[in-house]
């Protein structure tokens, strides 16, 4: 099995969070492989840009998640071990990466990102950091 590290932001306007549609219609928070000697705290600030066209700071840690999937281009499982942030912006504009296949995407209400985002462990880690948000801000 392929294992990757990587690193991803959970990113926050106001009472507003970041998320992406990807083109699989899946709706996700933006995050990347973490390569060579880069550290997760910029992979974290380089992949809300590159995926999002937002530019944020980190106010925190978040936490880990772990998910496996079969790669049909590397014809294997592959894990990825990803660190999360929580992160602030100072606008809420977005700018979907369409070269990396993100179709739309925009900050949303967290009720509305609640029920737009596909997988549960990111809605857990949306809900626990948005409780640590409002905590620190």
């Given at each position: 099995?392929?294992?990757?590290?990587?690193a991803?932001?959970?990113?926050?306007?106001?009472?507003?969070?970041?998320?992406?549609?990807?083109?699989?219609?899946?709706?996700?928070?933006?995050?990347?492989?973490?390569?060579?000697?880069?550290?997760?705290?910029?992979?974290?600030?380089?992949?809300?840009?590159?995926?999002?066209?937002?530019?944020?700071?980190?106010?925190?840690?978040?936490?880990?998640t772990?998910?496996?999937?079969?790669?049909?281009?590397?014809?294997?499982?592959?894990?990825?071990?990803?660190t999360?942030?929580?992160?602030?912006?100072?606008?809420?504009?977005?700018?979907?990466?369409?070269?990396?296949?993100?179709?739309?995407?925009?900050?949303?209400?967290?009720?509305?990102?609640?029920?737009?985002?596909?997988?549960?462990?990111?809605?857990?880690?949306?809900?626990?950091?948005?409780?640590?948000?409002?905590?620190?801000?």
């Amino acid at each position: 099995m392929l294992v990757r590290n990587c690193a991803g932001g959970v990113v926050f306007h106001k009472d507003k969070v970041l998320i992406l549609k990807n083109e699989k219609h899946e709706w996700v928070l933006p995050k990347g492989v973490i390569r060579s000697n880069n550290l997760p705290e910029d992979v974290a600030v380089e992949r809300v840009a590159y995926e999002a066209g937002a530019k944020a700071r980190i106010v925190s840690p978040a936490g880990r998640t772990n998910y496996e999937f079969y790669s049909i281009s590397r014809m294997r499982p592959v894990c990825n071990k990803i660190t999360w942030f929580i992160m602030e912006a100072d606008d809420d504009k977005v700018v979907p990466n369409a070269a990396q296949n993100f179709g739309d995407g925009g900050f949303f209400d967290i009720d509305e990102a609640m029920e737009m985002v596909t997988y549960s462990q990111d809605k857990s880690l949306l809900m626990l950091s948005y409780e640590k948000y409002k905590e620190l801000v």
